[in-house]
């Protein structure tokens, strides 16, 4: 399996806005983004967990150096830190 650029999902207001008056064939209340780096990504969580609206963790998923298959993680604001609540291989 191939390295693969990591990608985080959640939902936010507009996001779930779109999905229920069915605008722009949208087929699910998430949103997905895609960063070069999980570097990139650590920078923008906190803006992300604060724009997040969904009962669900954030969920990151994304390749290893030196692994294979998917990793994933769940992350969440505790205390207003950008927490990983849940890790692991997919």
């Known amino acids: 399996m191939a390295n693969f650029k990591p990608q985080v999902t959640y939902m936010t207001f507009s996001s779930r806005h779109d999905y229920n008056s069915e605008r722009y064939r949208v087929t699910s209340p998430y949103k997905t983004e895609r960063f070069k780096t999980y ?3 650590k920078k923008k969580m906190r803006f992300i967990l604060e724009e997040h609206i ?4 954030v ?3 994304r390749s290893r150096r030196g692994e294979w298959g998917e990793w994933f ?3 969440e604001l505790i205390n ?3 927490t990983i609540v849940k890790k692991g291989w997919s």
């Open 39 to 41: 570097a990139e990504l």
């Open 54 to 57: 969904g009962d669900r963790p």
């Open 59 to 61: 969920f990151v998923v």
């Open 73 to 75: 993680e769940h992350w």
């Open 80 to 82: 207003g830190k950008p």
